[in-house]
């Protein structure tokens, strides 16, 4: 059974920092390209960040830097750490896995940032 557990969200203030981890179980975990995306109340899901089973990254525009993903093989996990919090930047943040053997998600985890 394929598992993408987030987590690290929370409140913070405005220009403050969060660091999402996502644990993945039940797949080989080296061969997936692995994501994040998030979704606003209201609002399409949409891509944050990206990186591919060898590790190059991508990033949407509206990261401006301010966020970097990374992952861990050995330990399976995914993370985003984000700096520079705006308050557009609220929302349900899912870590994504996919390749051409299957696409999973994990349940979310909120992030809001409000003074």
């Known amino acids: 059974q394929v598992q993408l557990v987030e987590s690290g969200g929370g409140l913070v203030q405005p220009g403050g920092s969060l660091r999402l981890s996502c644990a993945a179980s039940g797949i080989i975990f080296r061969l997936y390209t692995m994501g994040w995306y998030r979704q606003a109340p209201g609002k399409q899901r949409e891509l944050v960040a990206g990186?591919?089973?060898?590790?190059?990254?991508n990033y949407a525009d509206f990261v401006e830097r301010r966020f970097t993903i990374s992952r861990d093989s050995a330990k399976k996990t995914v993370s985003l750490q984000m700096n520079s919090l705006k308050a557009e930047d609220t929302a349900v943040y899912y870590c994504?896995?996919?390749?051409?053997?299957?696409?999973?998600w994990g349940q979310g985890a909120q992030v809001t940032v409000s003074s």
């Open positions: 990186i591919s089973a060898g590790g190059t990254t």
């Open positions: 994504n896995a996919k390749n051409h053997m299957g696409d999973y």
